[in-house]
């Protein structure tokens, strides 16, 4: 190459890495760009994810306080049906010894 060509690829080669350049200066503010929007999105998901946490905390003691009441509930119903049942037995004791009286003292009417 005489010393002509290379002046006359002188521009050119200048222009080509001008271009280059720019180039590589868009793409590095386009990096910059998404990175802040990726940065942006990942503190939002943060935000909800805390958000979700909080609330899944406040829903364990709410479920947490609902187990101890319908325990104590179930324990207190419990308690009531013994008590309804012994009630219940005492009735149809009673009942029976009131029929067995009340049979004896048919089997007496008769009799006399």
Known sequence: MDDQEKL???????????????????LAQD????????????ARVEGQ???????????DG?????RQEVDTRFSNLTAKIEVLYEDTLNVRASQREI??????????????
Do not use: H, N, W, Y
Not at 8 to 22: D, F, G, H, L, Y
Not at 31 to 42: F, N, T
């Open 62 to 66: 709410q479920i947490l306080s609902f």
């Open 99 to 112: 029929l067995k009286r009340f049979s004896e003292l048919e089997q007496r009417v008769k009799a006399s």
């Open 49 to 59: 994810i805390a958000r979700l946490e909080s609330q899944i905390v406040r829903m």
């Open 8 to 26: 006359s690829t002188q521009p050119t080669a200048t222009a080509i890495m001008e271009r280059i350049q720019a180039f590589e200066t868009r």
């Open 31 to 42: 990096i910059d760009i998404l990175g802040a929007r990726v940065e942006g999105q990942i």
